[in-house]
């Protein structure tokens, strides 16, 4: 069995090679998945599984502590094991931040391929972390012209990230963050919505990576309503996610306004309609993306 380190999985991997590769795996047959969460407060547990035809099974543990930033520690940690498709023998294991970097900035840089305007510069993150840092990279690839702006609830860090991170300002208000971007993308563990709808402006392609529990959000209902909705994957979102479940058993929006997810491709609907029109991608993260760039990363390092 083969196992994929950090630093030698990462050498020959592009983010738009990745974007290619969910693109293939969307083209397979739909994947059966499973996920169960285990809470402590403030922490979870999390154990996803996932079997793609063509591409095998995967299995993902992963323990997702906030406290561990205040001392230095990766707030998620884990382990990602890849069986082989016809077989079931493992196969590989796969560095687990590597693949969480990689499938979960990956995701929304599909969203964002998909439904940006392709003339998009100004990128607002909002969340100072790792994630943002991958973020950064990744939506560089896509934008390489870029100007980014970070906003980070202790402004502090958002100051930090800008001195390390090439053609990145600080902007202490997140409001005005919001409303000067082409592109928001928010990755945050809020529990309580803190970007509103009414910030929104015509053309904006707004990306929500943060909210992966039933009790947590990152925008507002006006958010919702304003913009035209996408996902990742149906199945890990509308029932799952508190971004849409919440609103949805509210009557704020129905399911049926989830416009498409990464398996209607081959419809065409997964696209943006006019350059005025507002997109929203809801990220949800899902074991069949874990598999699908798990496998991406086995490829390019063999």
């Given at each position: 069995?083969?196992?994929?380190?950090?630093?030698?999985?990462?050498?020959?991997?592009?983010?738009?090679?990745?974007?290619?590769?969910?693109?293939?795996?969307?083209?397979?047959?739909?994947?059966?998945?499973?996920?169960?969460?285990?809470?402590?407060?403030?922490?979870?547990?999390?154990?996803?599984?996932?079997?793609i035809?063509g591409?095998?099974?995967?299995v993902?543990?992963?323990?997702?502590?906030?406290?561990?930033?205040?001392?230095?520690?990766?707030?998620?940690?884990?382990?990602?094991?890849?069986?082989?498709?016809?077989?079931?023998?493992?196969?590989?294991?796969?560095?687990?931040?590597?693949?969480?970097?990689?499938?979960?900035?990956?995701?929304?840089?599909?969203?964002?391929?998909?439904?940006?305007?392709?003339?998009?510069?100004?990128?607002?993150?909002?969340?100072?972390?790792?994630?943002?840092?991958?973020?950064?990279?990744?939506?560089?690839?896509?934008?390489?012209?870029?100007r980014?702006?970070?906003?980070?609830?202790?402004?502090?860090?958002?100051?930090?990230?800008?001195?390390?991170?090439?053609?990145?300002?600080?902007?202490?208000?997140?409001?005005?963050?919001?409303?000067?971007?082409?592109?928001?993308?928010s990755?945050?563990?809020?529990?309580?919505?803190?970007?509103?709808?009414?910030w929104?402006?015509?053309?904006?392609?707004?990306?929500?990576?943060?909210?992966?529990?039933?009790?947590?959000?990152?925008?507002?209902?006006?958010?919702?309503?304003?913009?035209?909705?996408?996902?990742?994957?149906?199945?890990?979102?509308?029932?799952?996610?508190?971004?849409?479940?919440?609103?949805?058993?509210?009557?704020?929006?129905?399911?049926?306004?989830?416009?498409?997810?990464?398996?209607?491709?081959?419809?065409?609907?997964?696209?943006?309609?006019?350059?005025?029109?507002?997109?929203?991608?809801?990220?949800?993260?899902?074991?069949?993306?874990?598999?699908?760039?798990?496998r991406?990363?086995?490829?390019?390092?063999?």
């Amino acid at each position: 069995m083969k196992n994929v380190a950090f630093d030698e999985g990462q050498a020959n991997l592009d983010w738009i090679g990745l974007t290619d590769a969910l693109i293939a795996g969307h083209s397979l047959p739909r994947a059966d998945m499973g996920d169960m969460f285990l809470y402590r407060t403030p922490d979870t547990g999390l154990v996803r599984g996932a079997v793609i035809d063509g591409l095998g099974y995967l299995v993902k543990v992963a323990t997702i502590f906030p406290e561990n930033a205040q001392h230095s520690l990766p707030t998620i940690n884990g382990s990602v094991l890849l069986f082989a498709d016809e077989t079931g023998v493992p196969e590989a294991t796969v560095d687990f931040h590597l693949v969480t970097k990689w499938k979960t900035a990956g995701d929304s840089l599909l969203g964002a391929r998909l439904l940006a305007r392709p003339d998009s510069r100004d990128i607002t993150i909002i969340g100072a972390g790792t994630q943002g840092s991958n973020l950064h990279e990744a939506y560089s690839a896509l934008f390489p012209d870029a100007r980014f702006t970070i906003w980070n609830r202790s402004p502090e860090k958002a100051v930090a990230f800008a001195k390390s991170h090439a053609n990145t300002r600080a902007e202490a208000d997140l409001e005005t963050a919001v409303k000067t971007a082409d592109i928001v993308t928010s990755a945050t563990m809020s529990t309580e919505p803190l970007i509103k709808g009414a910030w929104f402006q015509a053309g904006q392609h707004i990306d929500l990576i943060g909210a992966y529990r039933a009790d947590m959000r990152e925008v507002d209902d006006r958010a919702i309503t304003r913009a035209r909705i996408f996902v990742d994957s149906r199945d890990t979102t509308i029932d799952h996610i508190g971004e849409l479940k919440d609103p949805i058993s509210r009557g704020v929006i129905s399911s049926d306004q989830v416009v498409a997810d990464f398996y209607d491709l081959g419809t065409g609907s997964f696209c943006r309609q006019n350059v005025d029109e507002i997109t929203l991608f809801k990220n949800g993260g899902g074991a069949h993306l874990d598999l699908m760039t798990s496998r991406y990363i086995l490829s390019q390092w063999r």
